[in-house]
């Protein structure tokens, strides 16, 4: 990696990277355009696969197509890409059935299945390419390529053969996609509504079968199952719809080929192939890291701010339970009372309030702390929310008063107004607590601080 950043910023970098990119090499323009392709369409269709939680079954079909390369060039003596294609395609839906009929028809699990197959026709395969290498016939240099790719190997026959396959693709997953993505997603009840299934999931698997043929050349045997399932899986992190995923991960798969391309072309040593596989990686890490909703970080800072809101509500509502005392309306709180109905550590609890006195909503003086009339009120609705919530579980859910504080604890920091106002209807506006506490009113009518006839203190 090291060596790679070196020689990017070596003399001469910049010229071939504009030499790259105003096309003047042939080769480079066809190597780039078949990783585009194969980016895409693998992408695409390996998206299916990766929802039909059938990740692993691009692996096996890419070493399922090694025997069925080596029998079309002992049968016909050629490399040509139309006669290699076919016969990986034959070899590949062999291995296909073989996955799909051994657990419907014998006792083997289906992860074993796709293991015996997958080491059998890899097997198979390299035998062949020994007895090959063996024989005195021309065009047999280069088969072994086969196993990792050779990009700059591609001919424009190959790249057109690229392009026929990727349209194709494409073109039946549009006109497909409705019963494609129902068949995903729930199998059942796609057969319920009479939609012949079996169909669908051939295509699918000629799909599969086609990307994963014509991208031997370009990737290889070993690498082309991370083609076909890294984009989708760092698409998920950027969205819940099929389309959109689609389109991203047909995104990522086209970048990762720019990239790959690029590097192969400022560094002849490094291959297409796997620096393709390498891209995917940094960009499912980029995903993982930084989507907008599922990215780790989003993740960390939702969760971090949720902690900050629940310590801030919950010194607020420990602010009015001690407002309710009366004598603390005359008087500031200090931290030795905070403490008394709350623990938590001091140093937590200062940084809490030094939140609080940010947003307004505590008053900070010599004497201690004192709510602001907007930290009254937002710690009113806080106590009304959670006394309400007691409520419910003690008459809905049947749970006695000592145990209803801890779980309204949990859930008063998630309720909306409206979640507010619904449980005021089913429990009738109540106005105590089954701990004998006020309930604080919504329209702030009534003053906090009144307690209810011999009830108990709150928990």
């Not at 780039?32 to 992408?43: C, R, T």
């Not at 998206?47 to 002992?74: K, N, Q, Y």
């Not at 296909?96 to 198979?124: G, N, R, Y």
Request: aromatic share 10%; glycine share 6%.
């Amino acid at each position: 990696m090291q060596a790679e950043f070196e020689l990017l910023n070596a003399p001469g970098s910049w010229e071939l990277w504009l030499e790259f990119w105003r096309f003047e090499d042939m080769n480079a323009l066809w190597v780039l355009s078949g990783s585009i392709l194969l980016g895409i369409s693998a992408s695409v269709i390996g998206a299916f696969a990766f929802l039909r939680r059938r990740s692993l079954i691009g692996d096996a079909l890419a070493h399922a197509a090694l025997p069925g390369v080596m029998s079309a060039f002992l049968l016909f003596q050629t490399r040509d890409p139309v006669v290699m294609f076919l016969g990986a395609v034959v070899s590949s839906f062999a291995g296909f059935f073989m996955i799909d009929w051994l657990p419907k028809h014998t006792k083997i699990k289906a992860d074993a299945a796709l293991a015996i197959t997958l080491s059998f026709f890899f097997a198979l395969g390299l035998m062949l390419l020994s007895y090959i290498q063996g024989l005195n016939v021309e065009n047999k240099s280069g088969l072994d390529k086969i196993l990792f790719g050779q990009a700059a190997a591609m001919s424009q026959q190959d790249i057109t053969l690229l392009m026929y396959v990727t349209v194709f693709i494409l073109l039946v997953v549009t006109l497909l996609f409705q019963k494609l993505r129902l068949i995903a997603f729930n199998l059942n009840y796609a057969r319920t509504l009479g939609i012949p299934v079996r169909f669908y999931e051939f295509t699918l698997a000629l799909l599969i079968v086609m990307s994963v043929v014509v991208g031997l050349q370009l990737v290889g045997v070993v690498l082309m199952a991370a083609v076909l399932l890294t984009p989708v899986a760092a698409a998920r992190f950027w969205s819940n719809q099929l389309t959109t995923i689609l389109v991203v991960a047909g995104g990522l798969g086209a970048f990762s080929a720019i990239i790959s391309t690029q590097i192969s072309y400022l560094a002849p040593a490094m291959p297409t192939g796997p620096w393709m596989v390498v891209s995917l990686a940094l960009l499912f890490i980029i995903s993982l890291l930084f989507a907008p909703q599922r990215g780790l970080v989003h993740r960390y800072l939702q969760q971090r701010a949720l902690r900050f809101k629940v310590a801030q509500e919950n010194i607020l509502r420990t602010l009015y339970k001690l407002y309710e005392r009366g004598d603390f309306q005359q008087r500031p709180f200090n931290i030795g009372d905070i403490q008394a109905l709350r623990a938590m550590p001091t140093n937590a609890l200062k940084k809490t309030l030094k939140r609080l006195c940010q947003q307004q909503l505590i008053e900070d003086s010599v004497n201690g702390f004192r709510l602001t009339e907007a930290g009254l009120q937002q710690a009113q609705q806080l106590t009304r929310r959670h006394r309400l919530w007691e409520n419910y579980l003690n008459e809905q859910m049947d749970l006695p008063p000592d145990q209803v504080h801890t779980q309204a604890e949990r859930i008063e920091h998630l309720l909306t107004e409206e979640q507010e106002q619904q449980l005021e209807m089913e429990l009738a506006n109540p106005h105590f607590d089954p701990h004998g506490r006020d309930i604080p009113q919504g329209d702030a009518e009534r003053q906090p601080g009144v307690k209810a006839q011999g009830g108990k203190h709150d928990q």
